[in-house]
Nanobody, 128 residues
Framework: QVQLVESGGGSVQPGGSLRLSCGTS????????MAWFRQAPGKEREGVAA????????FYADSVKGRFTISQADAKDTLYLQMNSLKPEDSAVYYC?????????????????????WGQGTQVTVSS
């Protein structure tokens, strides 16, 4: 079993920054697939960014490219999402996801079914 615990959410003004953290109960190399998803009220859960922890390849949704950065801690026990230039449309509950299956490719990273473990979510609100 893999446990994921998100933190770092909060309220910020447009243009501001937040860094989300996802603490893992196993080393990230045990979960080759790791990702951040988000879900706004009345909308489907969508993939934001993903990381193949073995080779460091990253994937981003078009809506966050150039603004968000996914990374893992040197200690291999935490996943991060650095969010800059935040917009009101980034407001959502953000979830950390992981899976023990081999790494990611193509557009599969955006599928919720590609991940078997999920955190409880952390709220991000971008508002003036």
């Amino acid at each position: 079993q893999v446990q994921l615990v998100e933190s770092g959410g909060g309220s910020v003004q447009p243009g501001g920054s937040l860094r989300l953290s996802c603490g893992t109960s196993v080393y990230t190399y045990s979960t080759p697939r790791m990702a951040w998803f988000r879900q706004a009220p009345g909308k489907e859960r969508e993939g934001v960014a993903a990381l193949s922890t073995g080779n460091g390849i990253t994937f981003y949704a078009d809506s966050v490219k150039g603004r968000f950065t996914i990374s893992q801690a040197d200690a291999k026990d935490t996943l991060y999402l650095q969010m800059n230039s935040l917009k009101p449309e980034d407001s959502a509950v953000y979830y950390c996801a992981a899976d023990r299956r081999p790494g990611l490719s193509g557009s599969s990273w955006m599928l919720a079914g590609a991940y078997g473990y999920w955190g409880q979510g952390t709220q991000v609100t971008v508002s003036s």
